[in-house]
């Protein structure tokens, strides 16, 4: 009967760094190694089970079915092995690292009050915070590149794996001159025939589909960011209304524009996510700092 350490897990490893790069020598790249020795993981692994692991495809190489399953174990074993580095680090240091990728929103607010909440308790947390869209915030928790992930979605994720923080509500910026700054509300079909400042691609595509919902086809400007410094700028100065995340104004509210709810409301649900087998004190802590802060900025879920 084989046993489990028959198989090298450096190898499993190897086959997820070559799914991911497409290529023996783009591995060999990623894992600071030689090609001939990513090769000869290749060849070893394909004797062991008696099948080919990988097949040319153009300049690169595609994975077999086999491959596919040793590059899914060897994902799982690189994330592993990255928790255990970083826990070991937070072992020897004297205040537990806690590594988080959350959009830039979040950054500039609930994880800055979080780690406020935690320093006035005397609870020491070394933050190491990457900005990044939920998808590739997702994909470095998966990845074992973090601890949280803060993301936020169209409906309240129902994963055992996400804690769900609260409801953020779309507002409309727009100049203090504008005929709309004297109204309680801004409905989106108010918005037809302007040039909506809406944000990042993923947030052009959310506000489009509402108002596409809704009977409208509003123009976009053309400026794309997720800077909502700039954006409130270019709502001040006429550019077009914009489209931001109420979230925002609790980091920068310009004194010259006047924000108003979005009437049908779009709102995201804002959600922070744990990995499922590596729990730190450290990031238990965090996670529950960002929940007071949430309960201080969103509308509960």
Do not use: K
Request: charged residues 20%; negative net charge.
């Amino acid at each position: 009967m084989s046993h489990p350490l028959d198989l090298d897990p450096r190898s499993l490893v190897v086959l997820h760094h070559i799914a991911r790069a497409g290529s023996l020598s783009g591995a060999a790249r990623a894992l600071g190694w030689s090609h001939p020795a990513v090769a000869q993981h290749v060849r070893r692994l394909e004797a062991h089970i008696g099948a080919p692991l990988v097949i040319r495809a153009g300049r690169g190489v595609e994975l077999t079915e086999a491959g596919l399953v040793a590059a899914a174990a060897g994902a799982d074993i690189a994330a592993t092995l990255a928790h255990a580095r970083a826990g070991f680090a937070d072992v020897a240091a004297a205040a537990p690292r806690v590594r988080v990728v959350a959009f830039p929103t979040a950054c500039a607010t609930l994880l800055v009050d979080a780690h406020a909440s935690l320093a006035a308790r005397g609870d020491a947390v070394r933050l190491d915070i990457a900005e990044a869209e939920p998808d590739e915030a997702l994909a470095a928790l998966d990845a074992g590149d973090a601890d949280l992930a803060v993301t936020f979605h169209d409906e309240s994720p129902r994963d055992p794996r996400a804690t769900v923080l609260g409801i953020d509500a779309m507002v409309v910026v727009v100049a203090g001159s504008d005929r709309r700054a004297d109204a309680a509300a801004v409905d989106v079909r108010d918005l037809e025939g302007d040039a909506v400042i809406a944000g990042c691609p993923a947030c052009q595509r959310r506000f489009t589909r509402h108002a596409d919902a809704h009977g409208v086809r509003p123009a976009l400007h053309p400026q794309v960011t997720d800077d909502y410094v700039l954006m409130q700028a270019m709502a001040a100065v006429g550019q077009g209304p914009a489209v931001l995340p109420r979230l925002s104004m609790a980091a920068h509210r310009r004194a010259d524009v006047a924000v108003r709810e979005l009437t049908p409301r779009l709102v995201r649900h804002v959600a922070v996510w744990r990995t499922a087998g590596r729990r730190t004190a450290g990031a238990d802590a965090l996670t529950a700092a960002l929940a007071e802060a949430a309960s201080r900025a969103f509308e509960p879920a």
